[in-house]
């Protein structure tokens, strides 16, 4: 084994060749360097690349060339990786140092930022808070750039709840979201996600299109809003609504099932994570009288909500059997990964309103939706844009893998029936 081999497993002592080309991209630069760099017996330590705009920076670090006579042989690869890059309308670079990357310090996190748009002063504040904690940037990548633009850095050296506390604030203040999750395979592992209906799976409160048609609409809207917000014992506001509902015909049922309107993103995300491999449920404080339909409709592998009593074709304002409530979501959040056989770290729960919370306090990761400030201080991480298939890059899911995997994306302008497939 020569000396240069042997120091190159020593990242204290190794000499190292950073080789840094950019400009125009096409086809064949990355194989036209390494072709050129292997005429000299290199060893590979770390490739980088980024395409913006057309414009390529590719980095190599790179061994010294193998050789008694090794300034000689650096200084021919110093030449020969110019005249290749003149050959190419490129620009070259070449940095002499000792080592690999430094190692990521402990404390590591993915920080997703959503905006729309996203802002350079909003990136400006929320890295330099990353800074001040005490955080370094050690990788910035692009998710996606529509219908938002979200990119997600690679920040290490600051413990995750520490970071998510010292950007929350500054978050709001830019008018962006941003979510912070440990680094590991824990992220990637989450496989059962369940959903809160009314106002996140649907832009609808279900108890107020029944109450539509029985004349009461903003009666029931008005202790609905109360109970999202935590001021009403969400039982009982469930009951007092309901008998707002005795002697309407049953069969308008058909009707509020063609008055839902899916959130913009949800086929797409619920569609894209089947076609992971995930298994998606639905927990509502509405009725199953339309959750049953949008499990038939979506392909949901479970779905749990309070039930109607009818009479004789009429709704006599009862509901039957368990009352899905705070408590309930919760329960039937862990029946639902007993049944998937998925721990509750490998879940994720999406919602709203503050009846939802004790969900998103048990799943591995809790999602607030559009939501009411007291859910969005409790939850994991907030979303405030209106398109559902965002939560898909809180998973570190790109937009280019959605549409890669055929995954067709929905339109987010238009609000989509239920009814239109």
């Known amino acids: 084994m020569d000396a240069n081999r042997t120091a190159a497993g020593d990242e204290t002592a190794a000499r190292t060749l950073l080789v840094k080309v950019f400009g125009k991209d096409r086809p064949g630069i990355t194989s036209g360097l390494f072709r050129m760099l292997a005429e000299f017996g ?17 980095c190599a670090l790179v061994t010294p060339p193998p050789s008694d006579r090794l300034l000689t042989r650096e200084g021919e690869l110093r030449a020969g990786v110019h005249r290749w890059a003149d050959e190419q309308h490129l620009q070259a670079e070449i940095i002499s140092g000792t080592g690999d990357n430094r190692p990521r310090a402990e404390g590591r996190s993915h920080v997703t930022v959503l905006g729309h748009p996203l802002t350079a002063t909003a990136v400006s504040a929320l890295t330099a808070r990353i800074t001040e904690a005490g955080g370094n940037i050690d990788r910035v990548f692009r998710l996606a750039k ?6 997600e850095l690679a920040v290490s050296g600051v413990p995750t709840e520490e970071l998510r506390s010292a ?36 832009q609808d409160e ?82 199953t009288q339309v959750t049953d339909h949008l499990q038939e409709r979506l392909g949901l592998d479970f779905a749990a909500a309070n039930t109607l009593e009818v009479v004789d074709g009429k709704f006599t304002g009862r509901v039957v059997g368990e009352i899905v409530d705070r408590a309930g979501k919760a329960r039937m959040l862990r029946r639902f990964a007993a049944e998937a056989g998925v721990p509750l770290e490998q879940t994720v729960a999406i ?71």
Do not use: W
């Not at 529509?146 to 990119?151: D, E, I, N, S």
């Not at 912070?180 to 996600?193: D, E, M, T």
């Not at 569609?271 to 404080?285: E, F, I």
């Not at 919370?357 to 559009?370: H, S, T």
């Open 146 to 151: 529509y219908p938002v633009t979200a990119v």
């Open 351 to 421: 919602g709203d309103g503050a009846n939802d919370l004790d969900m998103l306090n048990a799943a591995g990761m809790g999602v607030a939706f559009n939501a009411k400030p007291v859910v969005r201080q409790a939850a994991d991480t907030a979303v405030n844009v209106p398109f559902l298939d965002t939560v898909l890059y809180l998973l570190g899911v790109t937009r280019e893998e959605v549409e890669e995997a055929g995954v067709a994306v929905e339109s987010t302008t238009t609000p989509a029936p239920l009814a239109a497939g």
């Open 167 to 202: 950007l929350a604030a500054e978050a709001a203040a830019q008018g962006v979201d941003v979510a912070v999750v440990r680094s590991g395979l824990v992220r990637r592992a989450k496989r059962l996600v369940v959903m809160d209906v009314d106002s996140t799976l649907i």
């Open 42 to 58: 290199v060893e590979v330590i770390d490739i980088e690349q980024v395409v913006t705009r057309g414009r390529i920076v590719l």
């Open 206 to 287: 279900v108890i107020e299109l029944f109450a539509a048609h029985a004349g009461c609409e903003a009666k029931v809207a008005e202790v609905t809003a109360a109970a999202m917000r935590g001021e009403l014992d969400f039982a009982e506001s469930l009951r007092a609504r309901v008998a707002l509902l005795a002697g309407l015909d049953a069969s308008v049922t058909d009707k509020v099932r063609g008055e839902v309107r899916l959130t913009p993103g949800a086929r797409t995300l619920i569609r894209t994570l089947k076609r992971l491999g995930y298994q998606v449920a639905v927990v509502s404080g509405g009725f």
